[in-house]
């Protein structure tokens, strides 16, 4: 039982909120820019390319400054500046349709780190794979929504951009939900050195999750598959979906089934990252009889690296360098996606194939690098 579970859902649900709204826009932003505006595909990898690559960098920031100036102040500012991303509902060609992207996802990464770390200041060690894992389900519940109701109103003819100007009234409500939790208040002026207690697992998780950033790569890549196999945009917007479900769904069942958290991040994340990408290599031509299976065990990967990994960091982090952990764990994953978009942006343009291929090889990757902690006393 949590003791603080009125803080844990404040924050958990102020993410819900946030994922309401903005990840219509995720979802929307392959189509208004590939199939709307006409960019070429290496031009889109370029373009998710810079929203993680200065992502990054935001995401170092956001957990430096939260640690420093107070991990609330800095949560609710990058939670309001999430706004830009609804207005690309005003863009007229994918050069405004980025701008606006780019900063709204920006400040998104930069108010992360902060976030995550309010979540492990309000809980003890023992309690924080649950306090996560919900964390993560609401978080991507929220997004499942927003999936759904961008379907409906796709398959309904609604004008795309017409949709994502309303996007922005969950970011407001998420924002006032973050107002309302009592962690976070005050800023620290001590620096990291000797807060990190074990430097090996630290710098292995950090790399790990790098390489299954460039694993991970934006989903818009299997939107663009299933839209182009299926022909209809609302099928693809669809498989989004299928991989929000199941990775809200684990993200609760990890957390409350107490696992083991090494051994659940190398199998259950990267592996089966693994095994998804694989199969999106060789399977996307069955259509949808595989396109949303495989779309649903990269949401269990998905899920399971968002529980355990930030879990880990916690655990082996002292409290007052939390958001700066978590800040190195974010610029960690925006490093691997900014790089792997761009690769996969080149290697999608010769063959899909090719591009999963590569997601493939590095989540692997990912999953020996924590497989060798696992053989070592200090990550049982």
């Not at 929203?51 to 939260?66: D, F, K, P, Q, R």
């Not at 929220?142 to 961008?150: E, N, R, S």
């Not at 990267?270 to 396109?291: E, H, T």
């Not at 978009?341 to 924590?370: D, E, K, W």
């Amino acid at each position: 039982m949590l003791k603080n579970r009125s803080e844990v859902l404040k924050i958990s649900f102020s993410a819900f909120f946030a994922d309401l709204g903005y990840q219509a826009v995720v979802a929307s932003f392959p189509i208004i820019f590939v199939l709307i505006f006409k960019a070429p595909i290496p031009i889109y990898g370029l373009a998710e390319a810079l929203n993680y690559g200065i992502g990054t960098v935001m995401a170092y920031i956001g957990g430096l400054a939260g640690d420093r100036f107070g991990r609330k102040r800095i949560a609710i500012i990058g939670n309001v500046l999430i706004l830009f991303v609804s207005l690309i509902g005003l863009s007229r060609d994918y050069i405004q349709a980025l701008i606006f992207f780019m900063i709204g996802w920006w400040f998104r990464n930069f108010r992360s780190p902060p976030r995550r770390a309010m979540m492990a200041e309000v809980t003890s060690p023992e309690e924080r794979s649950e306090a996560f894992g919900i964390l993560h389900s609401l978080d991507i519940a929220g997004a499942l929504l927003a999936i759904i109701y961008l379907t409906v109103l796709l398959y309904l003819h609604v004008s795309i951009l017409t949709v994502l100007l309303f996007t922005s009234i969950p970011l407001l409500v998420s924002t006032a939900f973050l107002t309302k939790v009592n962690a976070g208040k005050k800023g620290e002026k001590k620096k990291i050195e000797n807060k990190i207690e074990q430097k090996r697992v630290f710098w292995s998780v950090i790399l790990s999750t790098m390489f299954f950033g460039f694993s991970q790569y934006s989903f818009g890549f299997p939107i663009l598959t299933t839209t182009e196999i299926t022909g209809k945009d609302y099928l693809g917007v669809l498989a989004y979906g299928v991989f929000l479900g199941a990775s809200s769904l684990f993200g609760y069942l990890f957390g409350r089934m107490k696992l083991k958290e090494f051994e659940s991040l190398a199998f259950l994340g990267y592996l089966v990252g693994a095994i998804g990408s694989l199969g999106f290599a060789y399977l996307s031509g069955f259509g949808l009889f595989s396109l949303y299976p495989l779309s649903f065990l990269m949401g269990i990967s998905v899920a399971s690296t968002e529980t355990f990994e930030p879990t880990i960091m916690s655990k082996i982090t002292k409290e007052e360098a939390y958001g700066t952990s978590m800040g190195y764990l974010s610029a960690g994953r925006s490093i691997g996606i900014f790089l792997g978009n761009v690769i996969m942006g080149l290697l999608y343009q010769i063959s899909y194939t090719y591009a999963y291929l590569f997601a493939t090889i590095t989540s692997l990757i990912s999953f020996g690098l924590i497989l060798s902690l696992i053989m070592k006393p200090s990550a049982s």
